[in-house]
Structure formats: C-alpha cells, structure tokens
C-alpha cells in the first residue's frame, strides 16, 4: 500500500512541476489533444499505459 501512495504522489509531483514550469506550453498541448479524435487519444492513453507497464516491470525486475 506504501508503494501505491509512493507512486501517486509522484506523478502529483510531475504533473505538478509540468503545470508550473511550462504552463503555456501546457495549454498548447492540451489544444493539440483537444483536436485529435477520439481513436488519436485512445492510442496516447494505450501508448502511456503500455509505457508505465513498461517502466514498472523495469523496475521490478532491476530490484
């Protein structure tokens, strides 16, 4: 559960730095995901989630 707790507040804190470090630039982004369709983001969301599945069988097989 402690791990669970660790990783959220990791990605508050990324998400966090993101918005206060580049926050126009932010905006754009956000523009561009708000002109793709609906199958472009499903294949982001797919992409991020294949990539964090990625990072964390890295992890635990590094550990």
Same mark, same amino acid.
């Given at each position: ?16 730095? @993101?918005?206060?470090?580049? *926050? ?13 369709? *609906? ?7 797919? @992409? ?16």
């Amino acid at each position: 559960m402690t791990s669970l707790f660790t990783a959220l507040g990791l990605v508050l804190v990324i998400e966090g730095l @993101a918005l206060a470090l580049a *926050p126009r630039r932010i905006e754009e982004v956000l523009a561009l995901i708000a002109a793709l369709g *609906p199958e472009g983001r499903r294949r982001i969301g797919l @992409a991020a989630v294949a990539a964090g599945v990625g990072v964390v069988a890295l992890v635990r097989l590094l550990s």
